[in-house]
């Protein structure tokens, strides 16, 4: 696929209108401006969420997780995130800083239906919006407060094709490479893959929050 002809590539709209036709009555009416009470029991019954956005070093899509609700609804048109540790990378955050456009897509477990919210969003670290968020006395770094512009669901089929929550079709751990082995090969072995996972578990567990 290094190549590919330029007579089979799609370059323009109506091009790519005569290929798919035109979207149904559904999935038009479907998206509005605001968190509807429908969808708003979508929000807070999800328990992951893919953050995406766009900056001047580029894109970025990294997960956020929490039990059920911990995305909150402030009102029909604001979301609150909490921003929990990680890896102090930060990306989500610095292209919010230049690029305010945020998309959101929540996953919800045992729903064939996903929910996607479109907005904009900014960085509030103000202490009694962070002491909301707080788990076990510990309060996220920050809030991405994100102001909706539209709001949308997404049928089954991406999750039916998939089989994301049939335990049958899920992967086995072991048949992937473990994240010591990664680090290992990609730093050279400066990090030691070993010492790496056999210290995760205890890692996951108490830097959880």
């Known amino acids: 696929m290094d190549r590919l002809s330029e007579e089979y ?3 323009d709209v109506s091009e790519l209108e005569r290929l ?7 999935s038009r009416v479907k998206e ?5 009470p ?14 995406a956005t766009s900056g001047p070093d580029g894109l970025d899509s990294s997960p956020r997780g929490d039990p059920a609700g911990f995305v909150a609804v402030e009102n029909e048109k604001t979301l609150l995130i909490p921003d929990r540790r990680g890896n102090n990378r930060a990306d989500s955050l610095r292209n919010l800083l230049t690029d305010p456009r945020i998309a959101l897509l929540f996953l919800i477990p045992g729903s064939g239906e996903t929910l996607r919210v ?11 919006l962070l002491e909301r968020f707080s788990v076990d006395g510990k309060p996220p770094r920050s809030v991405i407060v994100v102001r909706v512009e539209s709001v949308y669901f997404q049928c089954a089929r991406a999750i039916l094709r998939s089989g994301l929550w049939d335990p049958a079709r899920h992967a086995d751990r ?6 010591g082995t990664i680090l290992a090969e990609l730093s050279q072995s400066e990090i ?3 010492a790496y996972d056999s210290e ?10």
């Open 9 to 11: 590539l799609v370059k």
């Open 174 to 179: 072991s048949s992937l490479p473990s994240v």
């Open 20 to 26: 798919y036709g035109k979207p149904q009555t559904a």
């Open 38 to 51: 429908h969808y708003r029991a979508f929000i807070e019954a999800a328990t992951f969420v893919v953050v």
């Open 32 to 36: 509005i401006d605001y968190i509807h």
């Open 118 to 128: 479109n907005g904009r969003a900014v960085i509030p670290i103000d202490p009694a």
């Open 200 to 209: 995760l578990p205890e890692r996951l567990k108490t830097t959880l929050y």
């Open 192 to 194: 030691d893959g070993a």
